[in-house]
């Protein structure tokens, strides 16, 4: 007896949520939806690791809450310790990325969470032979 009335409220709700996701998509909201996605859903967090992005490689950018400076955001290919490569969006708040050495990174579906600098030789061998770099 309940179905019909949630049916009935479920699926224009959908809709409006795929519209304005569109609509946030359109206006260059992704970089910025993407980690929330990757948050919202149960996606497991991974350590993986990838070279630091060449300065001036950033995929996109867009001004801080500030508006003083900007956030720089990256598409890195990043490998767990098994080898396994997938792309990764990292935001660098406030700086671009200076291009040297690794990153250990804290993975969420296709969003580097955290992620800190660290040396070639702390990334397990599977990872940089995936990365081959």
Same mark, same amino acid.
């Given at each position: 007896?309940?179905?019909?009335?949630?049916?009935?409220?479920?699926v224009p709700l959908s809709a409006a949520f *795929?519209?304005?996701?569109n609509a946030l998509l359109d206006a260059g909201?992704?970089?910025?939806?993407?980690?929330?996605?990757?948050?919202?859903?149960?996606?497991? +967090?991974?350590?993986?690791?990838?070279?630091?992005? +060449?300065?001036?490689?950033?995929?996109?950018?867009?001004?801080? *809450?500030?508006?003083?400076?900007?956030?720089?955001?990256?598409? *890195?290919?990043?490998?767990?310790?098994?080898?396994?490569?997938? +792309?990764?969006?990292?935001?660098?708040?406030?700086?671009?990325?200076?291009? +040297?050495?690794?990153?250990?990174?804290?993975?969420?579906?296709?969003?580097? *969470?955290?992620?800190?600098?660290?040396d070639a030789a702390q990334a397990p061998a599977?990872?940089?032979?995936?990365?081959?770099?």
């Amino acid at each position: 007896m309940h179905r019909k009335p949630l049916a009935a409220v479920h699926v224009p709700l959908s809709a409006a949520f *795929v519209l304005v996701g569109n609509a946030l998509l359109d206006a260059g909201w992704g970089s910025a939806l993407r980690p929330i996605a990757d948050r919202v859903l149960p996606n497991p +967090e991974i350590a993986m690791w990838a070279p630091a992005p +060449e300065s001036g490689s950033h995929a996109s950018s867009y001004a801080d *809450v500030t508006g003083a400076g900007a956030n720089y955001v990256y598409l *890195v290919d990043a490998a767990d310790d098994g080898g396994n490569v997938r +792309e990764l969006q990292l935001i660098f708040f406030g700086r671009e990325s200076d291009g +040297e050495g690794w990153l250990e990174i804290e993975a969420c579906g296709g969003s580097g *969470v955290r992620y800190r600098a660290c040396d070639a030789a702390q990334a397990p061998a599977a990872a940089r032979g995936a990365l081959d770099r």
